[in-house]
């Protein structure tokens, strides 16, 4: 047999894979991109966080080996639709394709042994407490059964399925609110602002948030905000960390908005789109990291309107999971409660009128949601009128009062329109809503006279 070493090179059989220099976000808008981290591009667009680079390995394969092996699948999942065609092959007696330039076809081909030695199994209490001798595969069909050696090709393809089947079920990630099952990263405080977006495209999307989002004065006094808005930009390292998770679910829901307001006629739509999603998905991750880093749970200022922001932007906008959204509201309240939010600010002198005068609209905000979500799912509302008796807010309009106000002015008459006037209608509408989900939702169904009670009562 001639020395394999003196053959001739064989010629390739497919194509190198073409280097990929360029980021991911301007290869999909087929964009220059200079290479730099951030690129220039991601930069003006407020896209830094989502900048990354496609990375490659060098190969110490030599290129004999390279062109005549078979191409390895890079998942497990890959490995497993291999490992399956294997079996199946072997079943129908057919004879495996052998490299050349090998001396046993036992040595080029990996056996199904040792395929399946290098496949994690998910762990299953079944297996911990099994037996040494396994009884086989016992199958159930309506025409009888049929036994399956435990060595048979059949049998080990019906591990492999069951195997499939179980990676298939783990990786499926589920969707639903960021702060369930987003990514559990942490981020730095540096981390964070760093990903924050120029100055240019945080102030465009600010403003688009602010004159189009309607819930923005249930939850932000606009003055107030835009002071606190210019300090940041001063100093940003000095800003509260909860402020910054603010500023990003607004971007959240900025740039959401901004998905619904593209020109479809426009050529440049569908790459338009796409980057505001994955600015919207950038940012929504961001406020859940400030969130997590603020300890979101031992409540503090800001922590309540990012988390409502949130959450609008994820079950109202985007109509996720309902079921999500009212554990979500449900942790809302309590947090919020917590915080004192369901007594009346009258109560505490320490309160400023103020801060009362905002607690009240946000407290309302949060009933709303709640009540919303309950009859949506058809669940029990997770606040009732025994523990509560925060008042509704004012009919006012931000520039009526400010922070150092020391005593609220009177409202305006509620035939003047202001932002706030839909949340009091609203909210009047909760106690008669409320009364009949609480009905609907007991396990109880009332008589007729209690029914009537309580229409007489709404």
Not at 59 to 87: C, F, K, M, W, Y
Not at 263 to 269: E, K, R, S, W
Not at 287 to 313: D, F, H, K, N, S
Request: with cysteine.
């Amino acid at each position: 047999m001639a020395d394999n070493s003196q053959r001739p090179r064989p010629p390739p059989n497919r194509r190198r894979d073409k280097v990929q220099l360029s980021c991911a976000p301007c290869r999909h808008r087929k964009l220059r991109c200079d290479r730099q981290h951030p690129c220039g591009a991601c930069s003006r667009r407020g896209l830094t966080s989502s900048c990354n680079y496609a990375t490659t390995t060098a190969s110490s394969t030599p290129d004999s080996q390279r062109s005549v092996a078979p191409r390895q699948p890079t998942n497990l999942h890959g490995r497993i639709s291999e490992l399956e065609s294997l079996v199946v092959t072997l079943m129908k007696g057919q004879s495996l394709p052998t490299p050349p330039g090998t001396k046993s076809p036992r040595s080029s081909s990996p056996s199904v042994a040792d395929a399946m030695s290098e496949i994690p199994r998910p762990k299953k209490p079944q297996d911990e407490a099994a037996s040494p001798a396994d009884p086989g595969t016992l199958k159930l069909r309506e025409s009888g059964t049929s036994y399956v050696q435990n060595g048979h090709w059949e049998a080990i393809l019906t591990k492999i399925r069951g195997l499939k089947e179980d990676l298939i079920t783990d990786s499926t990630g589920p969707t639903g609110s960021h702060l369930f099952y987003g990514p559990n990263r942490h981020a730095t405080r540096d981390e964070i602002l760093a990903a924050v977006p120029p100055r240019p495209v945080v102030d465009r999307l600010m403003a688009l948030h602010f004159d189009s989002y309607m819930i923005t004065p249930y939850l932000i006094h606009r003055k107030k905000f835009l002071r606190e808005y210019e300090t940041f930009w001063e100093d940003p390292s000095a800003t509260s960390i909860a402020w910054i998770g603010l500023m990003f679910s607004m971007l959240y829901i900025a740039a959401q908005l901004q998905t619904f307001t593209i020109d479809v006629t426009d050529g440049q739509a569908e790459s338009l789109k796409a980057e505001y999603f994955t600015m919207k998905d950038a940012f929504r991750e961001k406020a859940v990291q400030c969130l997590i880093l603020a300890r979101y749970t031992t409540g503090g200022p800001y922590i309540l309107e990012t988390l409502i922001t949130v959450l609008t932007g994820e079950f109202v906008l985007l109509k996720d999971s309902a079921s999500d959204g009212w554990l979500l509201i449900s942790m809302i309240l309590h947090l919020a409660m917590r915080m004192g939010y369901h007594r009346d600010p009258d109560h505490f002198p320490g309160i400023s009128p103020f801060e009362g005068e905002m607690r009240r609209r946000i407290w309302t905000t949060i009933l709303q949601l709640d009540l919303a979500l309950s009859l949506e799912m058809g669940l029990p509302r997770s606040a009732t009128d025994t523990h509560i008796d925060t008042k509704l807010p004012r009919n006012l309009r931000d520039c009526d009062f400010e922070e150092d106000t020391t005593e609220m002015p009177p409202p305006r008459p509620e035939t003047e329109w202001t932002p706030i006037l839909p949340l009091i209608a609203k909210g009047r509408l909760i106690s008669a809503l409320g009364l009949i989900c609480d009905v609907n939702t007991d396990i109880s169904p009332p008589s007729y006279d209690e029914v009537i009670k309580y229409y007489v009562q709404s």
